[in-house]
């Protein structure tokens, strides 16, 4: 054996040592990430609970607990969005309402909810843009209702918006009785 090729102990006991590191790590790389799932199912999931059982603020933080780790789940988006509006939080509602529909840009539910956050922050102009940006689908009682809302405040203006938020916060109602 030439003199170069030996290795000392020292350098065989390092190589043995990081091979050994990187298959540890290997190994529990794949349990964490699963553990890590589970918990973030388990943190949304006691969201959700805590929102049907009426604790607002305490699921508030907990959606967005989750949400900084899942920023593209649109449905605990939604769900913090309709918190954030029933806490009267409408700037915050308003924003994950709009994220919602970056994801979903069809979402009925998200523009009702956008659309009454726009109309309890008195933005009448935004309300009539989304409003007209929206196409009639017969088979959405949703749109519907957005749809005949439109031509509500078209015909009577910005002092109609206090009636139409009425009629649009019902049917939200009616969508929960169901659900």
Do not use: H
């Not at 890590?36 to 805590?50: G, I, M, P």
């Amino acid at each position: 054996m030439p003199k170069d090729a030996r290795i000392s102990r020292r350098d065989l006991f390092t190589g043995w040592r990081n091979r050994l590191t990187e298959r540890i790590a290997e190994s529990e790389d794949e349990p964490q990430e699963t553990g890590q799932q589970e918990t973030k199912s388990l943190v949304r999931e006691n969201a959700f609970q805590l929102m049907d059982s009426g604790n607002l603020d305490e699921a508030i933080e907990t959606f967005r607990t989750y949400i900084r780790q899942e920023l593209n789940d649109d449905e605990a988006r939604m769900a913090l969005g309709s918190c954030l509006y029933e806490k009267g939080q409408l700037v915050q509602a308003k924003v994950e309402f709009e994220r919602v529909l970056r994801i979903r840009k069809n979402d009925s539910l998200a523009s009702l909810y956008l659309t009454l956050a726009l109309m309890r922050m008195e933005k009448y102009d935004k309300v009539m843009s989304l409003l007209s940006a929206l196409e009639s689908d017969e088979a959405d009682p949703l749109l519907e209702g957005l749809m005949e809302a439109r031509t509500t405040l078209e015909s009577q203006g910005a002092d109609a918006m206090p009636g139409v938020i009425a009629v649009l916060e019902s049917s939200l109602r009616d969508i929960s009785q169901f659900a």
